[in-house]
């Protein structure tokens, strides 16, 4: 396969996504990494890789590809090997939903973006953030666990008994609602999936304190 370049950044959860998909995959990759915090991927040099400015960002060959979930599917099209979506259409728009109320309901409410533009312009102090944070984790994180404890579907992972896309995006959102220190004990289809995944070396290398980027 051709030499792929991931451009990302250590705690970017979309980065984190990827990463781990990556990693499931068993394809090769280099990183690039920018810190958002001084505003490295805003560079000219980046922008003209990708003209919104965000992260992640896959390089290969020629090609750049953007967007976390147009990049996991494309990675997931190169081979039909160590598949992370079903094939099944009821399957497929299953762990779908899943995917999207993470990175359609969760993420935008809670990205970098959001939480800087929460303390710099609206002048939220951190303790005004947390609560934006912890409201935003409980509403999604209620339903997303409903789904998860009721469905038959769910196994090991949140589909079946093989980890897919889904839980690439499910354990970099739980990493940040740790972070933020939000109670996840309401959550315990949630948390013992995540702990499954995070048990298997291919997500904990995506980890983001194992980057080499990572500022502890």
Same mark, same amino acid.
């Given at each position: 396969?051709?030499?792929?370049i991931?451009? /990302?950044?250590?705690?970017?959860?979309?980065?984190?996504?990827?990463?781990?998909?990556?990693?499931?995959?068993?394809?090769?990759?280099?990183?690039?990494?920018?810190?958002?915090?001084?505003?490295? #991927?805003?560079?000219?040099?980046?922008?003209?890789?990708?003209?919104? /400015?965000?992260?992640?960002?896959?390089?290969?060959?020629?090609?750049?590809?953007?967007?976390?979930?147009?990049?996991?599917?494309?990675?997931?099209?190169?081979?039909?090997?160590?598949?992370?979506?079903?094939?099944?259409?009821?399957?497929?728009?299953?762990?779908?939903?899943?995917?999207?109320?993470?990175?359609?309901?969760i993420?935008p409410?809670?990205?970098?973006?959001?939480?800087?533009?929460?303390?710099?312009?609206?002048?939220?102090?951190?303790?005004?953030?947390?609560?934006?944070? #912890?409201?935003?984790?409980?509403?999604?994180?209620?339903?997303?666990? #409903?789904?998860?404890?009721?469905?038959?579907?769910?196994?090991?992972?949140?589909?079946?008994?093989?980890?897919?896309?889904?839980?690439?995006?499910?354990?970099?959102?739980?990493?940040?609602?740790?972070?933020?220190?939000?109670?996840?004990?309401?959550?315990?289809?949630?948390?013992?999936?995540?702990?499954?995944?995070l048990?298997?070396?291919?997500?904990?290398?995506?980890?983001?304190?194992?980057?080499?980027?990572?500022?502890?």
């Amino acid at each position: 396969m051709s030499d792929i370049i991931l451009h /990302g950044m250590w705690r970017s959860s979309a980065s984190y996504r990827v990463r781990i998909a990556l990693n499931l995959k068993g394809i090769d990759y280099e990183q690039k990494n920018y810190r958002l915090t001084h505003d490295e #991927h805003k560079t000219e040099e980046f922008l003209a890789k990708n003209p919104q /400015g965000l992260i992640p960002a896959l390089e290969i060959d020629d090609k750049i590809v953007t967007q976390s979930t147009a990049i996991i599917e494309y990675l997931d099209s190169l081979s039909s090997e160590k598949p992370l979506l079903p094939t099944d259409p009821d399957e497929r728009a299953r762990v779908q939903s899943i995917v999207f109320a993470i990175a359609c309901e969760i993420h935008p409410l809670l990205n970098l973006r959001i939480l800087r533009y929460l303390k710099n312009d609206l002048e939220q102090d951190q303790d005004g953030v947390n609560v934006w944070y #912890h409201h935003w984790i409980r509403e999604e994180f209620t339903a997303l666990e #409903h789904k998860l404890s009721s469905d038959a579907e769910t196994g090991d992972f949140c589909h079946g008994d093989t980890p897919g896309i889904a839980d690439c995006y499910l354990v970099p959102q739980v990493y940040n609602a740790n972070r933020f220190k939000c109670d996840l004990t309401p959550y315990p289809t949630i948390r013992r999936i995540n702990d499954t995944c995070l048990a298997m070396e291919a997500f904990e290398r995506a980890i983001p304190e194992n980057q080499p980027d990572a500022v502890i």
